[in-house]
């Protein structure tokens, strides 16, 4: 079983993997089976998350609350829709029954 993602971090709209993060194995707990191997987060991944979220923070303020709703309730939407694939990756990650992260 693999649950390989595309990057270990994904910042301003794009995948980004740190090879000088140490790396972290992501263990499925039912079978104790490295499923995905990622690195964490350096302080390079960290300086962009940020200086990203500074950037994109003057827009979003500027939008109208009914505008940032509208974004918000989309978002729900995206995920109500792909439920069943993040109920799955929780499946993998925490051990639980798929009945139970649906």
Known sequence: MR???KASHYVNGRYIDDE???PLPVIYPATGETIAMLRSATPNVLELAIEAARAAQPAWARLKPVERGRILRRAADI???RNTDLARIETLDTGKAIQETL
Do not use: D, E
């Open 79 to 81: 995920l109500r829709a």
């Open 20 to 22: 000088q993060g140490a």
């Open 3 to 5: 649950a390989q993602p």
